[in-house]
């Protein structure tokens, strides 16, 4: 792989132990009071997201990512190391 972003392929990405041990007994959703939205358009699938969520609440999909709601305590850290601006933060509705 080149040096840089844009990722075009997500078996490039690095595995961490931690994506593995995501359970249902740590669903910290609740506590957000910010909801981290990604723009698909956007993004180049580089994956800094998903290796600096520090709950592994950004989990990669065949050829993107997706937010698992339940676990993201809406942080921010994706939206602030994505290069490409394509997670923005929204006030979260209860």
């Not at 792989?1 to 669903?27: H, R, W």
């Not at 305590?73 to 994706?78: F, P, Q, S």
């Amino acid at each position: 792989m080149k040096k840089g972003y844009g990722t075009k392929n997500l078996d490039e990405l690095p595995l961490t132990a931690i994506s593995f041990m995501t359970t249902e007994t740590n669903q910290t959703g609740e506590w957000r009071s910010q909801r981290p939205i990604l723009d698909s358009e956007k993004c180049n699938r580089c994956g800094l997201c998903w290796m600096y969520c520090p709950d592994q609440a950004i989990r990669p999909q065949e050829n993107s990512f997706s937010i698992s709601y339940e676990y993201c305590k809406g942080c921010g850290i994706c939206a602030t190391e994505c290069p490409k601006g394509a997670i923005f933060l929204v006030a979260e509705e209860r």
